[in-house]
């Protein structure tokens, strides 16, 4: 069946260093990949998106790389802050030209001082 | 831009009732929205596809007499939870994107949570 899964359930860095976030999907379809991050008691919130004709993609200090050959996704922020720390989701488009999502099961960052 | 709304952002109610949650899309028209479910320390989960006009798709394992759906306007989508139960509590999500979107983004409401007694 579709999965989208994350290799870390939490993840704590120092601050100012780099974190990197990973997850792994199962359906070869999947066409679209986004990052959202969540915190406490709110919605989603996007943070970057690649699709797949595209192997990274860089936007304000955050980078997603996409991996097709073995279904992997990943999420590097750059200099992590305090205001970084939240849950992150990897979601993807449960097949190609969808508009449905597949959520991953989410990484608690966690950032220390 | 590409502002979604959520209405009540909370909501606690006895067992037996129905809660009515609206999405609304600010200043765009959405002819789809999605509802989504999240349990706590939990990802989301889709519950349904709703299209402006016509009636919703709800995924497998998702009771569409509990969960009524109606997307009567391209910025109204409303999620009734009928005959509540404390199983039901949970936080619900709508998000929705923009017709002629040529990408596949959707922009996600602060969400609901419902607590049910």
């Known amino acids: 069946g579709e999965n989208v899964g994350l290799h870390l359930p939490t993840l704590s860095v120092q601050e100012g260093d780099n974190s990197i976030i990973n997850c792994a999907y199962s359906?070869?379809?999947?066409?679209?990949f986004i990052w959202y991050k969540q915190e406490s008691g709110k919605g989603p919130q996007f943070i970057i998106d690649i699709r797949s004709n595209m192997d990274k993609r860089q936007g304000q200090r955050v980078t997603v790389l996409l991996n097709k050959t073995v279904k992997h996704l990943s999420l590097q922020i750059a200099a992590t802050q305090p205001g970084d720390s939240a849950v992150y989701f990897c979601a993807a488009t449960m097949n190609s030209g969808t508009y449905k999502y597949i959520f991953g099961t989410g990484t608690r960052l966690k950032v220390l001082a | 831009g590409a502002v979604v709304s959520q209405h009540p952002s909370w909501v606690i109610c006895k067992s037996g009732t129905s809660v009515k949650i609206e999405c609304r899309s600010l200043d765009f028209q959405a002819t789809t929205m999605f509802w989504y479910r999240q349990f706590p320390k939990q990802s989301l989960m889709l519950m349904a596809t709703s299209n402006e006009g016509s009636k919703a798709t709800y995924e497998q394992g998702v009771e569409k007499d509990k969960f009524l759906i109606n997307h009567a306007s391209l910025t109204l989508s409303t999620l009734t939870v009928t005959s509540a139960h404390p199983e039901d509590s949970s936080f619900y999500i709508c998000s929705a994107r923009a017709p002629g979107d040529s990408g596949s983004e959707q922009f996600f409401g602060p969400g609901t949570r419902l607590t049910v007694l």
């Open positions: 359906n070869s379809a999947s066409d679209y």
